[in-house]
């Protein structure tokens, strides 16, 4: 039972943490553009400046997730996050913003990224890695899924029937609550890690140094195709962002139910996750990795080339959630690469750090490179343009998987040579 509450624990805080800064623009992008009167473009550079803080916290986080007890790291990351909240619920200026999302990248990456991915590999232990990651993605999913139901309801509540004839008064106090609820939801989860997660056993100190262990994880060929992996990943995982604009902009759909899909597309997280986590365990975590990406290719090509006033709508929802599948997931198992690539325990934070350094960079990148695609060409064409580009990342994810799994193979021949 303890072990069921730990996990249980560690899938709520490490979904509700990334509400504020994620779960606001990927359900509710079309209420929020139109809230703070920003472009795909300024909101998309919004995400570069919780990018670069992100990706100067990675790896000193990852340090501190081998050094500190992963129950403090958490529940400090959850409060601070959750207090962000409050200020972006009076609706600051673009400036305001930007320091917001800066802040943001400090207080969800240095103090709880890689306690949550240290805590969750020791879960799993040697055998059932793909199942612990699985489990974390598809419940963050399952937890994602559910409380986004809820904040749609919530902005519902202060929305006439026709949310197409709301006034900027009405959107603007029914995100404002949204806000708040995310910030309540990320305080709470806070509480739980502080009650629920153990000290456990004490985070490796072995190395006093803390950048002791840097050289012999940057020197290993697999940790960067393994971020190399993560990256393309992650632009996937980016990409589903802007499915609740392409189904007002391009579906029809008007803002409520526009969120609306995009939450019930959360709902496929845990089935894709848990179960890629399974077959990962049963087979290798990087084929099935492969094989996502191969899905996701084929499933935005086909989005590339579709226009809705053609092709059925029920085909371009089934790709949306087939796309939506592959991108879960690979995210359920990516980080279980770090048991298949025989990255050694005691290393497990500092890996993390170097890998998500690397691995995370489309948090700078992605979303402005997005929202300009988007601008360019507004409506249809933008969108088909978008596509195009995740349909060109995702072919690169074969190419690099292929590679992680022949260097796999050298490995080993190196070692059986020995």
Same mark, same amino acid.
């Given at each position: 039972?303890?072990?069921?509450?730990?996990?249980?624990?560690?899938?709520?805080?490490?979904?509700?943490?990334?509400?504020?800064?994620?779960?606001?623009?990927?359900?509710?992008?079309?209420?929020?553009?139109?809230?703070?009167?920003?472009?795909?473009?300024?909101?998309?550079? %919004? *995400? +570069? !400046?919780?990018? /670069?803080?992100?990706?100067? @916290? $990675?790896? #000193?986080?990852?340090?501190?997730?081998?050094?500190?007890?992963?129950?403090?790291?958490?529940?400090?990351?959850?409060?601070?996050?959750?207090?962000?909240?409050?200020?972006?619920?009076?609706?600051?200026?673009?400036?305001?913003?930007?320091?917001?999302?800066?802040?943001?990248?400090?207080?969800?990456?240095?103090?709880?990224?890689?306690?949550?991915?240290?805590?969750?590999?020791?879960?799993?232990?040697?055998?059932?890695?793909?199942?612990?990651?699985?489990?974390?993605?598809?419940?963050?999913?399952?937890?994602?899924? %559910? *409380? +986004? !139901?809820?904040? /749609?309801?919530?902005?519902? @509540? $202060?929305? #006439?029937?026709?949310?197409?004839?709301?006034?900027?008064?009405?959107?603007?106090?029914?995100?404002?609550?949204?806000?708040?609820?995310?910030?309540?939801?990320?305080?709470?989860?806070?509480?739980?890690?502080?009650?629920?997660?153990?000290?456990?056993?004490?985070?490796?100190?072995?190395?006093?140094?803390?950048?002791?262990?840097?050289?012999?994880?940057?020197?290993?060929?697999?940790?960067?195709?393994?971020?190399?992996?993560?990256?393309?990943?992650?632009?996937?995982?980016?990409?589903?962002?802007?499915?609740?604009?392409?189904?007002?902009?391009?579906?029809?759909?008007?803002?409520?139910?526009?969120?609306?899909l995009a939450a019930y597309g959360a709902y496929i997280r845990p089935v894709a996750a848990i179960g890629a986590g399974l077959v990962a365990d049963r087979f290798s975590v990087s084929r099935v990795i492969g094989v996502m990406f191969f899905v996701l290719m084929i499933s935005c090509g086909f989005l590339f080339a579709s226009d809705p006033a053609v092709t059925g709508l029920t085909?371009?929802?089934?790709?949306?959630?087939?796309?939506?599948?592959?991108?879960?997931?690979?995210?359920?198992?990516?980080?279980?690469?770090?048991?298949?690539?025989?990255?050694?325990?005691?290393?497990?934070?500092?890996?993390?750090?170097?890998?998500?350094?690397?691995?995370?960079?489309?948090?700078?990148?992605?979303?402005?490179?997005?929202?300009?695609?988007?601008?360019?060409?507004?409506?249809?064409?933008?969108?088909?343009?978008?596509?195009?580009?995740?349909?060109?990342?995702?072919?690169?994810?074969?190419?690099?998987?292929?590679?992680?799994?022949?260097?796999?193979?050298?490995?080993?021949?190196?070692?059986?040579?020995?």
């Amino acid at each position: 039972m303890s072990r069921i509450i730990r996990i249980t624990t560690l899938v709520i805080a490490g979904e509700l943490v990334y509400g504020l800064p994620f779960h606001t623009a990927r359900f509710f992008r079309p209420t929020l553009l139109e809230v703070f009167n920003f472009s795909n473009t300024q909101l998309g550079d %919004l *995400f +570069a !400046v919780y990018g /670069v803080t992100a990706m100067l @916290a $990675y790896f #000193p986080g990852g340090v501190l997730a081998d050094y500190f007890s992963a129950r403090r790291l958490l529940t400090v990351s959850l409060v601070t996050t959750a207090a962000g909240g409050l200020y972006m619920a009076t609706l600051p200026s673009a400036t305001g913003m930007a320091l917001l999302y800066g802040y943001w990248g400090v207080t969800t990456i240095l103090l709880f990224w890689g306690a949550l991915i240290r805590a969750t590999r020791e879960w799993g232990g040697q055998t059932s890695q793909g199942r612990a990651f699985g489990i974390l993605e598809g419940g963050r999913g399952l937890a994602a899924a %559910l *409380f +986004a !139901v809820f904040a /749609v309801a919530v902005l519902a @509540a $202060y929305m #006439p029937d026709d949310a197409s004839l709301a006034t900027d008064a009405e959107r603007a106090a029914g995100f404002r609550m949204v806000i708040l609820c995310y910030s309540a939801a990320a305080f709470g989860a806070g509480v739980l890690t502080w009650l629920l997660i153990p000290e456990s056993r004490q985070p490796s100190k072995q190395h006093r140094n803390p950048f002791a262990g840097m050289y012999t994880v940057i020197h290993r060929p697999v940790i960067w195709a393994q971020a190399a992996v993560i990256v393309c990943a992650y632009c996937g995982y980016k990409g589903l962002d802007n499915y609740s604009l392409y189904a007002v902009q391009v579906l029809g759909m008007d803002e409520v139910e526009g969120a609306r899909l995009a939450a019930y597309g959360a709902y496929i997280r845990p089935v894709a996750a848990i179960g890629a986590g399974l077959v990962a365990d049963r087979f290798s975590v990087s084929r099935v990795i492969g094989v996502m990406f191969f899905v996701l290719m084929i499933s935005c090509g086909f989005l590339f080339a579709s226009d809705p006033a053609v092709t059925g709508l029920t085909i371009i929802y089934a790709n949306l959630f087939v796309s939506a599948f592959a991108v879960f997931a690979f995210r359920g198992v990516y980080f279980a690469l770090l048991e298949e690539t025989k990255t050694p325990d005691h290393l497990t934070g500092t890996a993390v750090g170097i890998v998500s350094f690397a691995g995370f960079t489309p948090e700078i990148f992605f979303s402005p490179i997005a929202g300009r695609i988007l601008d360019a060409s507004p409506g249809l064409g933008g969108h088909q343009n978008f596509f195009l580009f995740l349909a060109g990342v995702a072919s690169v994810g074969v190419i690099v998987v292929a590679l992680l799994i022949w260097l796999q193979r050298t490995a080993v021949k190196g070692s059986l040579a020995k």
